[in-house]
T-cell receptor, first 111, second 115 residues
Framework: GEDVEQSLFLSVREGDSSVINCTYT??????LYWYKQEPGAGLQLLTY?????DMKQDQRLTVLLNKKDKHLSLRIADTQTGDSAIYFC???????????FGTGTKLQVIP | GAGVSQSPSNKVTEKGKDVELRCDPI?????LYWYRQSLGQGLEFLIY????????KSGLPSDRFSAERTGGSVSTLTIQRTQQEDSAVYLC?????????????FGPGTRLTVT
């Protein structure tokens, strides 16, 4: 079945860039997503990328996709304390609406 | 506008009791999902509805878990004879049907504690 993996924890200093990595196994993935979960809240979509793209930029966020290696990354420029949260990578395959989520990476921003 | 709502927000129940968790999706969203998030864990897929039917029930952990959706809208997740390992946050999400990015909109979750 589909599998999505992430490292569990990342700590960065305020103002630095954060890079959160994700690997997935399903070669038929069509959309890949990054969601953010703040403490006590549900998940919120940050951005997504279609599988025929290799990069997408949205303000401080840059998503890179290496489809050959099945590797997805999220770069947050000028990381702020408000970026502290858990970040989930997710993928969807083909026309099927099921989305598989990774375990989440907890980002800690040190002032 | 109205987002996905879930009720109750918190539920404490005794082991062996049945519980019902409710999800109100965004109006017009045909797809509805249930996930479970245990402390410090990622999201565990439970079940997915397209309209009122459930094409994928593969994530339901046991036959104590069931879910239904009526009128293509509200969904209820029922856990019978609750066990302590059922303690978790249960998240509901909805999305539009058809083609596209299928962005999922999440509710705030129901925190279930089984004592």
């Amino acid at each position: 079945g589909e599998d999505v993996e992430q490292s569990l924890f990342l700590s960065v200093r305020e103002g630095d860039s954060s890079v959160i990595n994700c690997t997935y196994t399903d070669s038929s993935s069509t959309y890949l997503y990054w969601y953010k979960q703040e403490p006590g809240a549900g998940l919120q979509l940050l951005t997504y990328i279609f599988s025929n793209m290799d990069m997408k930029q949205d303000q401080r966020l840059t998503v890179l996709l290496n489809k050959k290696d099945k590797h997805l990354s999220l770069r947050i420029a000028d990381t702020q304390t408000g970026d502290s949260a858990i970040y989930f990578c997710a993928e969807r395959s083909g026309g099927y609406q099921k989305v598989t989520f990774g375990t989440g990476t907890k980002l800690q921003v040190i002032p | 506008g109205a987002g996905v709502s879930q009720s109750p927000s918190n539920k404490v129940t005794e082991k062996g009791k049945d519980v019902e968790l409710r999800c109100d999706p965004i109006s017009g969203h045909t797809a509805l999902y249930w996930y479970r998030q245990s402390l410090g864990q990622g999201l565990e897929f439970l079940i997915y509805f397209q309209g009122n039917s459930a094409p994928d029930k593969s994530g339901l952990p046991s036959d104590r878990f069931s879910a239904e959706r009526t009128g293509g809208s509200v969904s209820t997740l029922t856990i019978q004879r609750t066990q302590q390992e059922d303690s978790a946050v249960y998240l509901c999400a909805s999305s539009q049907g058809g083609t596209g990015s299928f962005e999922q909109y999440f509710g705030p979750g129901t925190r279930l504690t089984v004592t």
